[in-house]
């Protein structure tokens, strides 16, 4: 028993310890370069966006869209007289370009008419699988040193813990950095989400 405990506090030890080369190297070096280049990141995806001024390539044309509320009308008009057709809703999925739309059969669009692509913006693809990874890369280093300073925090005794209020107030800091990094994650998807919804809406209501 006496040597399990020796080989689990040494284990212990050695954990503790490689936490702490990792946190130091963080703080030193990886969280700083993470700053410089997450900085640089985004004003170079900045101005390659901001030189993107022709923005109507990736939304269907006027002509497009005309076309597809007449095909949308005839449809209508020739299941008028259909009275078995019900309501019914099938997925397209186009591998090459990534498009996939849901077609509701029914009163918005009606089955077999594709609505018009809405091209895929490579330039905003790319930032954000990029922008992905860095953000990813700085929340680990984050959660290094967040953990070494938990490994830090003093036994809370009797009397002046003015050392134990520090440690977590660093970690209280800590955390809220590392909450804005996974923040940005989500906005990722919820940007995704909205252009979907968008992209729904113009098809439906064209």
């Not at 036994?155 to 990094?181: A, K, M, P, W, Y």
């Amino acid at each position: 028993g006496c040597a399990v405990g020796v080989m689990a506090a040494s284990s212990l030890d050695a954990l503790q310890e490689r936490i702490a080369e990792e946190a130091n190297a963080a703080v030193r070096e990886g969280l700083p370069a993470k700053a410089v280049e997450l900085d640089q990141l985004l004003k170079e995806l900045t101005e390659r966006l901001d030189a993107q001024a022709d923005c109507e390539k990736w939304v269907p044309t006027k002509q497009e869209l005309a076309e597809f509320t007449r095909a949308r009308a005839a449809a209508a008009a020739a299941e008028a007289g259909d009275a078995a057709a019900g309501a019914k809703k099938r997925k397209l999925h186009d591998a090459d370009s990534g498009t996939v739309a849901a077609i509701e059969r029914g009163e918005d669009l009606k089955a077999g008419v594709i609505p018009p692509e809405v091209k895929v913006n490579p330039e905003i693809v790319a930032a954000v699988r990029l922008m992905t990874v860095k953000i990813t890369e700085s929340i680990d280093l984050l959660g290094k040193v967040k953990t070494w300073v938990q490994l830090q925090i003093p036994r809370i005794e009797d009397g002046n813990n003015f050392g134990v209020e520090v440690q977590e107030e660093c970690v209280s800091e800590l955390h809220r950095v590392e909450d804005t990094g996974f923040t940005v994650l989500e906005s990722t998807s919820k940007y995704h989400q909205i252009r979907a919804q968008l992209c729904h809406k113009m098809t439906k209501h064209s």
